[in-house]
């Protein structure tokens, strides 16, 4: 053995010994062959590939396809890889014939065979250059795969289609992505209208769990997925109950004024296998309220059970009748529908508003009034609601042409429910004027609602020209009754 010595210093026995441990790990650890072998030279099996190096993105699979040729006896050739890449970075290395997976494969003597080497990497594999040297019996091959681009931190996206035994697509169906081990829930998606689910996950292995009423559960396990890259998990096929419903109310909450009765537009569907009949009930009934059933345009009759084919759907309206006198608020309740196997419930709410209701008063509706002279009256607004306070009060007057129309105050700032306000109205009709009746209309108006009412006004000549004008009548008469009288004429 030769000795290894430093110049100055005394032979070390430890630093020989790692020497000579590293020697022998360079000799027994497989390294990537040079450019002028890269495949086993001499021996009865040899390994060809056209394409030995492939650039992919990180999370990628690349597929070698390899041909394999025996020169030697024909037996068993045992198959298997070394690669201090792929065990760092956890990539799935697998021989495959077709679909199959296999680790074996047997070779008459001459005889060839083509079989795939699938290398499916991790989306956190860093950019570079990587080798896997693989083993068919005696031979060997080295290949390469270069990551272009890494998805490291990235979430992966998970496609499904969820179809019925009829190939028709599910809509509505709930995929669950639920955790290993504690089978906690990662993430929940609705199917859409073509049955298409389509998510963002974090990284990782999941199982898939299918639930929609009227269906089956289903779960599709060990679904792997990878960041920055979309995993398609196939279809999933649900079978249907023999019995099962699908209750659908079109909007469970309905706010309606005093004296109105919310009406609920409610659609069953039998999306069971079996023809079934269904009792239609209620629970938790406020006190003095009455709840009814009817068929969707099939008139008034109150129904307390429907009969309903596989497949098909009923339209139904469900009618809150509240008491007299009901108080403002929410008032919930449930319907019940029960069918020969299940009890579907839905709960509604009845929201009960106050009303706004603005009127509108005066003394008399018609008022007299001559040619010129102002004409001034009284208005009492009164707030007869129950919904609150009535907002920015504003008073307006519309008269004919040439009239001259004021309201004192022209503005107010609220009546309160039960209240009264009252405005001025003044109105000058003008001077030359026919005398006639005419119309003016008073508008009030809130932030809430508004109201208007019409008045009658008489336009009267002056008293003076009346009197004048009987004084030149009589003036004319007298004058008559002289000259008959003068001149002896009838």
């Known amino acids: 053995m030769t000795k290894i010595r430093m110049p100055g210093r005394k032979t070390d026995p430890v630093l020989i010994a790692g020497l000579i441990i590293l020697a022998l790990a360079m000799l027994l650890i497989p390294q990537p062959a040079s450019a002028d072998l890269t495949s086993s030279p ?11 190096g492939q650039i992919i993105e990180a ?18 050739k045992k198959m298997w890889f070394e690669s201090f890449d792929a065990a760092r970075y956890n990539w799935d290395v697998r021989f495959m014939d077709g679909d199959t997976d ?120 060990d679904i792997r997925i990878k960041g920055g890259i979309t995993t398609d998990a196939g279809t999933v096929m649900l079978e249907k109950e023999m019995y099962a419903a699908e209750i659908t109310v079109q909007s469970p909450v309905i706010a309606t004024s005093v004296g109105e009765n919310p009406k609920y537009q409610v659609s069953v569907h039998n999306i069971g296998k079996s023809d079934d009949t269904y009792k239609l009930g209620v629970q938790g009934v406020p006190g003095g309220w009455y709840v009814r059933y009817r068929e969707s345009g099939a008139g008034s009759a109150d129904i307390s059970e429907i009969f309903i084919k596989s497949g098909e ?28 196997q299940e009890s579907y419930t839905e709960n509604l709410t009845a929201k009960i508003k106050g009303s706004y209701d603005l009127r509108v008063y005066a003394e008399q509706y018609s008022y007299p009034v001559n040619k010129g002279d102002a004409l001034e009256f009284n208005l009492t607004l009164t707030n007869a609601g129950s919904a609150g306070a009535l907002t920015n009060v504003m008073v307006t007057v519309t008269a004919p042409d040439g009239w001259n129309a004021e309201i004192t105050p022209e503005t107010i700032a609220g009546i309160p429910a039960g209240e009264n306000a009252g405005v001025k109205v003044r109105i000058v009709p003008p001077g030359n004027i026919v005398a006639s009746e005419y119309k003016i209309t008073v508008k009030v108006s809130s932030d809430q609602t508004e109201k208007s009412d019409d008045f009658r006004v008489d336009v009267h000549e002056q008293s003076l020209v009346a009197v004048f004008g009987i004084g030149i009548l009589v003036l004319i008469g007298c004058g008559v009754f002289y000259m008959f009288r003068k001149y002896n004429r009838r």
């Not at 001499?42 to 030995?52: A, E, R």
């Open 42 to 52: 001499d021996t009865y099996v040899t390994i060809s590939c056209d394409v030995p």
């Open 59 to 76: 999370g990628e699979t690349a597929k070698f396809s390899l041909d394999v040729h025996n020169y030697g006896q024909e037996n068993n």
């Open 102 to 221: 296999i680790n074996m494969i047997a070779l008459p003597k001459n005889g060839e065979k083509t079989v795939t080497l699938e290398i499916e990497t991790n989306s956190d594999t860093p950019t570079g250059q990587y080798s896997v040297r693989l083993h068919i019996g005696d031979g060997w091959y080295w290949v390469y795969v270069t990551i272009s681009k890494t998805h490291t931190g990235e979430k992966g996206t998970l496609l499904l289609s969820v179809v019925d035994k009829d190939g028709e697509k599910v809509k509505g169906a709930q995929v669950s992505v639920l955790a290993p081990g504690d089978r906690s829930v990662v993430d929940s998606v609705m199917s859409t209208a073509d049955g298409k689910v389509s998510t963002d996950i974090v990284q990782g292995q999941y199982t898939l769990l299918v639930t929609k009423a009227g269906y089956k559960d289903i779960e599709k396990k």
């Open 313 to 340: 759907e009923e339209e139904l309206e469900v009618e809150a009748i509240p008491p007299y006198g009901i108080d403002v608020g929410d008032y919930n309740f449930s319907l019940v529908l029960d069918s020969s």
